[in-house]
């Protein structure tokens, strides 16, 4: 009997030993493994209550434009409020802090070096105090905030979204979301927000996901020259309609009829029939192909926060639906970034850059944490191929649906769409760059529900080029 007890109680101890082992590895675990990512995270209450006496790093433009900044609360605590000199206008990009709700933007992904928490010392609990900083670390983002002013005056009251993207670089020079909301508000007008049936916390540039429609048909061009199932002396007929089966029939916009054109006429007036076609011909295989090889399932940087594409199943789309998907249509959704990226491609002789939207991390002195570097993304088209679809881009804007967007002395490529939804009227969209000969600016804009592409988003990229280039 006392054997039994004492070997009960051993067994007993060596449990308790494993027990305590396991949660000695685990914390050793979470403060050697997991320390960068819970001393930063901007719902960690220790940051919080340690922030509030801690004037945050501002967050600033290409330029050094104050776009967040931290001011002294005059009261016994010792607090600082955040301000945002540029409200509405950058607000998804910039994000808010709040200690109700939370923090969103820049202000969440990159809350760590704001904060000051990833400095050294703040692993060490209470003893932080002695070997913290002062004060968080600046964001120097790659936005220009006179691009980014433009973009959102030139899309008024319309629901929409802007992106413009160095395509040289990379380097994201708007986003630009609306309907929008002031983050100095965020705490005090929380309720009217949240609850707004236009959804201004959402960031429609990187997360709303539509149909392209057909700005789509670059991408398209470009696969049939690379497949050779098109060549630029290839010649196309356009009755008005592409009878597809038994029972489905591509239609163009009030079955106009084009006649006898080329693949830069096609693209010029956006034919349907044509890249209906071209689609069939290219078949479900290499259509998913070129997907993968434009990126498309490819993640993107975690400050960028981008909803994932929703893609079809390519092995079960009917030949009308593969038809659809060639003009943009089908059950395929994007975000304005990346038809901003696309645009890139055609900019860029070819080669996608990777985008990034913060320039550098630099301490309250000016010496720099995190310096951001451009870096090449993918190649998704040859150098001449690229060029072919760009030189088809000049001719939509110089003779076909891209026209709104023309700029006297300054040469422009681009591509119109106009999306159907099943949620109301077609969204209108445009991609382009400019100057087409040396781009420096290649962008993205979409208008919800705006009808025509070349009537309302042509001229929101013409008012931005000239922003950007003057």
């Given amino acids: 009997m006392k054997n039994d007890l004492l070997a009960n109680i051993r067994r007993t101890a060596y449990i308790l ?40 790093g501002k967050i600033l433009d290409r330029n050094g434009e104050k776009l967040a900044v931290s001011l002294p609360i005059k009261d016994e605590k010792g607090r600082f409020r955040r301000e945002y000199p540029f409200g509405s206008v950058a607000a998804h990009v910039v994000g808010y802090d709040s200690v109700q709700y939370g923090k969103a933007g820049i202000e969440s992904s990159l809350n760590g070096y704001l904060s000051g928490m990833n400095s050294l010392g703040r692993s060490f609990g209470p003893l932080a105090r002695l070997f913290g900083t002062k004060t968080g670390n600046d964001v120097v983002l790659t936005i220009d905030s006179s691009i ?24 994201i020079l708007a986003m630009v979301s609306k309907p929008s909301f002031n983050p100095a508000e965020i705490s005090s007008q929380w309720d009217n927000i949240a609850s707004s049936k236009d959804a201004p916390l959402l960031n429609r540039a990187s997360q709303g996901l539509y149909p392209p429609g057909s700005i789509l048909k670059v991408m398209v061009a470009e ?29 163009e916009d009030k079955q106009i009829a084009h006649g006898h054109l080329s693949l830069k006429e096609a693209l010029a007036v956006s034919c349907n029939v044509t890249f209906g076609r071209l689609a069939l011909d290219l078949g479900r295989n290499k259509m998913e192909k070129t997907f993968q090889r434009y990126g498309f399932i490819k993640p993107l940087p975690d400050e960028l926060q981008e909803s994932a594409c929703k893609l079809p199943k390519f092995n079960n789309l009917s030949d009308g639906d593969l038809a659809q998907l060639g003009i943009g249509q089908a059950s395929l959704l994007v975000t304005p970034l990346r038809m901003a990226m696309l645009a890139d491609v055609f900019a860029n002789h070819g080669v996608m850059m990777k985008p990034f939207l913060v320039q550098k991390i630099v301490t309250v002195d000016g010496s720099v944490i995190e310096q951001y570097e451009p870096e090449k993304w993918i190649s998704p088209a040859n150098e001449n191929l690229a060029n072919q679809v760009a030189a088809m881009m000049i001719e939509v804007v110089e003779e076909g649906t891209g026209s709104a967007a023309q700029i006297q002395g300054i040469k422009v490529a681009g591509k119109t769409g106009t999306a159907e939804n099943p949620h109301g009227d077609p969204h209108a969209w445009f991609i382009g760059f400019a100057p087409a000969e040396n781009p420096q600016i290649a962008l993205a804009v979409i208008v919800e529900n705006g009808g025509s592409g070349g009537g309302a988003a042509a001229p929101i990229a013409r008012k931005i080029f000239l922003q950007a280039l003057h």
């Fill in 17 to 56: 030993m494993g027990l305590l082992v396991i949660l000695i590895v685990y914390i050793s675990y979470v403060q050697i493994f997991e320390q960068e990512f819970l001393k930063g995270h901007s719902l960690n209450r220790r940051n919080i209550e340690a922030a509030a006496t801690i004037p945050r």
């Fill in 148 to 171: 980014q002013t433009i973009a959102y005056q030139a899309l008024g009251n319309r629901r929409g979204a802007v992106v413009a993207i160095d395509p040289r670089t990379g380097a």
């Fill in 223 to 251: 696969a049939a020259l690379s497949e050779r199932i098109a060549s630029a002396n290839s010649f196309f007929d356009c009755t008005g309609s592409l009878a597809i089966g038994k029972d489905y029939t591509l239609s």
